[in-house]
């Protein structure tokens, strides 16, 4: 991909990054990205099965986000051997 191109997709998914709960790194960083590490600081004080619930359902949110991104600039993934013997 064009590195413009490649700047520009990941500047995007910065900016939509940066408006959720969670925070994000990426690793080893943004010019030659590797991954992408989301996390969801918690305190101890007031922690409920809730505020857990919230966490992770943010992450997941944050994951799908990147996932569906990629899958829309790149198209869809062709299935794997094993895959394909169930669709």
């Not at 939509?16 to 590490?37: A, G, R, T, W």
Request: glycine content about 2%; aromatic content about 12%.
């Amino acid at each position: 991909m064009p590195d413009k191109e490649r700047k520009d997709l990941l500047w995007n998914m910065r900016f939509d990054l940066l408006f959720k709960e969670s925070e994000f790194n990426m690793l080893p960083n943004p010019d030659d990205l590797q991954s992408i590490q989301f996390l969801r600081p918690l305190r101890l004080d007031g922690l409920t099965r809730n505020i857990i619930m919230d966490a992770i359902r943010d992450n997941y949110r944050c994951v799908l986000y990147v996932m569906w991104t990629m899958s829309r600039h790149f198209g869809e993934a062709p299935p794997k051997s094993s895959d394909a013997m169930y669709s």
